[in-house]
């Protein structure tokens, strides 16, 4: 916060130089006939009569000068909170919490603050009792229970139970041991003055929460007799404490309510047998009490209410089919009549409060549109017309009023948190707006109002304090400046607007001031999202005054389209050119959903070969536009159809060399170029190895595109060799055993590979006689193989066929010895052959 020259704010801001405050467009840039002080700050929210429908609620009370009131308090960090006892004489250093006086974590009932001429009344719980009556005199000393009416935690009074000022005392109605109002009592302030009148029932909760009113110096209050619930009075006797009337004769209940004196009598209200509403009036004697008008209605419940005096005229309000409906009466039938009815789109449907000051009645409508509105009434349908609308194009609420200086002063805040007041005299020409409140902080906007010391006194919080106290009075002005209602600024990125230090102009008020604003300067304001921005100004004297714009960062920069290329090149599908279709350009826009983005030539046109110029335009919703032009070059880049017509071929090995192989003729397809070339690593029938060898084909078009395709071309051998076995061979042996294997070689032929053969059983081996076949086994350089066999008989004799096989006859002599040793030889000559049947060597 700074000090700066009063005329010195910044004039180059965006501002609109004689656009109005917020609520009040059109405005001059003058002063403001009332100033804002901040008192003092409050630990809590400070509960002032809010609702514009009560006036008479008992929020704060007036003793020797000074303001007590309520004020609710939240614990640190937690969501409990408590009532709080607080004073004020209307100055920072006479404002202060007054729960030291009180015990530790002691709560009040915040509607029970009550004054007589010499103390203050109120309800508290304490942790170590229920809820019971307290006083104070203005000092610590003189604060204390008055007497504990349910020792230990049980309450001895009830939440909201009626207590009233009567003398110099009050009376109240307190809980019996079974948790009714059922007793009658009365309080000096002390604990022996502190004493019951009278017990009204024993069966019943007796006395009514809607509470007394005095009249002629007797209480009149609703509660359960005997009789029911009907109208009682009372001197602060037991004796004089009596029903007034049996209402309704019998057991049954009239239920009175809305107790209200006008010009000495005492009107209220009854339910009927017609389930509606009885209109009463009462002098205070049975006799004297006299139904005014009947108010019937099918399926009623309580729709007669806010009975008000108006000098010696009582008003009321009714709900009705129609809607809402202000009546008067002058206490007689022909008497009471309407004032005004009006829809319910008007009125809403809560119940309706009417606001007496001076000569005039004041009605606060919810319209279902506008939100709150104001009403006023001479008594008369052509003297009862609804006031201008403070905020005439914004939804504002009505938050606080008070009759202050012979009229209506009334605090009003809009939906987007500014806070104005405002004060009428009845008339159109008589309403006008009295200042800005401080506002700013959404949870605790302007509310309440508290007429003290010629001023006003109200709640609020603004962007810097959460809740304060503040005095509003006439002594000056104030420093004012030009506040336009709302205000649009550039955004300077994607995301809205990086705020500068932009302030308000001041118009009036003293050379020096300071002033401050909510937003932090160099903060970002969210694109598209309005949001208030509160200025405060002051001075050295206190004083302050608000200001609320509404301030939104707007687009003003057009779609991005990041991926827009220099040019594009694109292949060509036909003779006649391409079917084109943009490319994703990226198109974007920090704030608009949809960007209507156009082409030429459309999307999906054909573009011929060679290059053609494009266009793409993208807007945004809110108009701005940014255009992508590029050049899309058509040109052959589609390669040639593979020439392969075959991917794999297959030949039989024709000798060691290998083999001739052949495949269809290569004719590649081209839909671009007439002409495509077409060259290969091996021509077919050409003479291939054994083995895979791999044909690359390459075709290639005019325009330089090729196309590859492969042919494998395998060459083997998978014929076995051609196997000749000899015939079945017979062997004869002289040995009983047998004798070894011998037969005439196989035959076999490749040829492709040399052959090996194997035989089983091989030669040499022993067999036994008998009849034995023989395996052959014929097996190439390439694993085939062939197979045959044959049979070999095995026979034995011993001495005969021996002999003839070696030439030579039976006996001895030197034949025989020569026949014996050929014999041998023939073995020796055996033994040598080897496993396979070769001879040794």
């Known amino acids: 916060m700074g000090t700066v020259s009063g005329r010195a704010w910044l004039s180059a801001l965006a501002l609109v130089v004689g656009a109005g405050p917020t609520f009040a467009q059109g405005d001059a840039a003058g002063m403001d006939p009332m100033t804002v002080r901040r008192v003092a700050d409050l630990t809590g929210e400070a509960v002032f009569p809010r609702s514009p429908y009560r006036l008479s609620s008992r929020a704060s009370v007036e003793l020797d000068g000074r303001l007590y009131f309520?004020?609710?308090?939240?614990?640190?960090?937690?969501?409990?909170?408590?009532?709080?006892?607080?004073?004020?004489?209307?100055?920072a250093q006479g404002t202060r919490s007054l729960q030291e006086w009180l015990p530790p974590s002691t709560s009040l009932d915040s509607t029970s603050l009550r004054a007589t001429p010499h103390r203050l009344f109120f309800a508290a719980r304490t942790p170590d009792s229920g809820l019971e009556l307290w006083t104070s005199d203005g000092t610590r000393e003189g604060t204390h229970l008055t007497r504990e009416l349910s020792p230990g935690k049980p309450h001895g009074i009830d939440y909201q139970?009626?207590?009233?000022?009567?003398?110099?005392?009050?009376?109240?109605?307190a809980l019996s041991a079974g948790g009714s109002q059922t007793e009658l009592w009365r309080s000096d302030g002390t604990e022996a003055g502190t004493v019951?009148?009278?017990?009204?029932?024993?069966?019943?909760?007796?006395?009514?929460?809607?509470?007394?009113?005095?009249?002629?110096?007797a209480a009149y209050f609703s509660?359960?007799?005997?009789?029911?619930?009907?109208?009682?009075?009372?001197?602060?006797?037991?004796?004089?404490?009596?029903?007034?009337r049996d209402l309704k004769p019998g057991p049954g209940s009239a239920y009175p309510r809305d107790l209200t004196v006008v010009?000495?009598?005492?009107?209220?209200?009854?339910?009927?047998?017609?389930?509606?509403?009885?209109?009463?009036?009462?002098?205070?004697?049975?006799?004297?009490?006299?139904?005014?008008?009947?108010?019937?209605?099918?399926?009623?419940?309580?729709?007669?209410?806010?009975?008000?005096?108006?000098?010696?005229?009582?008003?009321?309000?009714?709900?009705?089919?129609?809607?809402?409906?202000l009546w008067r009466t002058d206490g007689t039938e022909a008497g009471t009549v309407p004032v005004m009815t009006k829809p319910w789109s008007l009125f809403g449907g809560t119940s309706h409060g009417l606001l007496p000051v001076g000569n005039r009645l004041y009605v606060v409508g919810q319209d279902t549109v506008a939100g709150d509105t104001l009403w006023a009434t001479d008594g008369t349908p052509e003297g009862t017309a609804r006031l201008p609308r403070p905020a005439p194009f914004e939804r504002a609420f009505i938050n606080g009023a008070t009759a202050w200086e012979g009229g209506l002063a009334f605090s009003v805040t809009t939906s987007a948190g500014a806070s104005e007041l405002w004060r009428t005299d009845g008339t159109g020409a008589g309403t006008s707006r009295l200042t800005r409140l401080p506002s700013g902080q959404p949870a605790a906007t302007a509310a309440g109002l508290v007429p003290f010391q010629g001023a006003?006194?109200?709640?609020?919080?603004?962007?810097?304090?959460?809740?304060?106290?503040?005095?509003?009075?006439?002594?000056?002005?104030?420093?004012?400046?030009?506040?336009?209602?709302?205000?649009?600024?550039?955004?300077?990125?994607?995301?809205?607007?990086?705020?500068?230090?932009?302030?308000?102009?001041?118009?009036?008020?003293?050379?020096?001031?300071?002033?401050?604003?909510?937003?932090?300067?160099g903060h970002l304001l969210p694109l598209h999202q309005p949001v208030p921005i509160t200025y405060q100004a002051g001075d050295d004297q206190g004083r302050v005054t608000y200001c609320t714009t509404v301030t939104t960062s707007r687009d003003l920069t057009p779609p991005a389209m990041p991926g827009c290329p220099a040019e594009l090149l694109v292949g060509a599908q036909s003779p006649r050119g391409v079917t084109f279709y943009y490319p994703d350009l990226g198109t974007a826009d920090e704030t608009s959903q949809d960007v209507l983005v156009t082409y030429s030539p459309r999307s999906g046109s054909v573009l011929p070969v060679g290059t053609t110029q494009v266009n793409v335009t993208a807007r945004d919703a809110s108009g701005n536009e940014s255009t992508c032009s590029f050049p899309v070059t058509v040109r052959d880049t589609l390669a040639?159809?593979?020439?392969?017509?075959?991917?794999?071929?297959?030949?039989?090995?024709?000798?060691?060399?290998?083999?001739?192989?052949?495949?269809?003729d290569l004719t590649p397809t081209d839909s671009l170029s007439p002409q495509v070339t077409v060259t290969s690593t091996h021509a077919s029938g050409d003479l291939f190895p054994l083995g895979l060898t791999r044909v690359q084909v390459v075709s290639t078009d005019e325009a330089g595109n090729s196309s590859t395709c492969e042919i494998q071309v395998q060459v083997r051998d998978s014929r076995p060799p051609m196997l000749t076995c000899p015939e079945d061979q017979t062997l004869t042996t002289a040995v009983m055993s047998g004798t070894r294997a011998e037969y005439p070689a196989a035959t076999a032929e490749d040829a492709v590979s040399a052959t090996q053969l194997t035989y089983s059983p091989a030669v040499g081996t022993p067999l036994a006689p008998g009849l034995h076949a023989v395996q052959v086994t014929a097996m190439d350089e390439a694993g085939n193989a062939a197979l045959?066999?044959?049979?070999?008989?095995?026979?034995?004799?011993?001495?005969?066929?021996?002999?003839?096989?070696?030439?030579?006859?039976?006996?001895?002599?030197?034949?025989?010895?020569?026949?014996?040793g050929a014999l041998l030889a023939l073995a020796w000559t055996l033994g040598r052959r080897r496993k396979d049947g070769t001879p040794r060597a």
Request: charged share 20%.
């Open 70 to 91: 309520v004020s609710n308090v939240y614990a640190a960090g937690t969501s409990s909170s408590a009532f709080e006892l607080w004073v004020t004489d209307g100055t």
């Open 161 to 173: 139970a009626p207590i009233i000022p009567f003398g110099d005392g009050v009376l109240f109605a």
């Open 196 to 217: 019951p009148v009278k017990g009204l029932s024993a069966d019943f909760s007796a006395v009514a929460s809607s509470g007394f009113v005095l009249m002629g110096g």
């Open 223 to 244: 509660a359960y007799g005997p009789a029911g619930e009907e109208l009682w009075r009372t001197d602060g006797t037991e004796a004089g404490t009596v029903m007034v």
């Open 263 to 325: 010009g000495g009598l005492l009107y209220f209200t009854t339910q009927n047998d017609q389930q509606g509403h009885s209109l009463w009036k009462s002098d205070g004697t049975a006799e004297g009490t006299a139904r005014v008008a009947d108010f019937p209605r099918e399926g009623a419940g309580n729709h007669l209410a806010s009975l008000t005096a108006l000098g010696d005229r009582l008003f009321f309000a009714a709900n009705t089919s129609e809607g809402f409906s």
């Open 456 to 521: 006003l006194l109200t709640t609020a919080g603004d962007a810097w304090t959460p809740h304060a106290l503040w005095r509003l009075e006439r002594d000056g002005a104030a420093p004012t400046f030009v506040c336009p209602a709302t205000r649009d600024v550039p955004s300077n990125r994607p995301e809205g607007t990086v705020l500068p230090d932009a302030k308000p102009e001041l118009r009036t008020g003293p050379d020096r001031a300071w002033i401050r604003s909510s937003f932090v300067d």
């Open 640 to 664: 040639p159809g593979g020439a392969c017509k075959v991917n794999e071929v297959r030949v039989e090995a024709e000798g060691p060399e290998g083999a001739h192989a052949s495949w269809p």
């Open 788 to 820: 045959c066999n044959f049979h070999l008989t095995v026979q034995y004799d011993p001495t005969t066929d021996m002999r003839q096989g070696l030439g030579c006859s039976a006996g001895s002599g030197p034949s025989a010895a020569g026949g014996w």
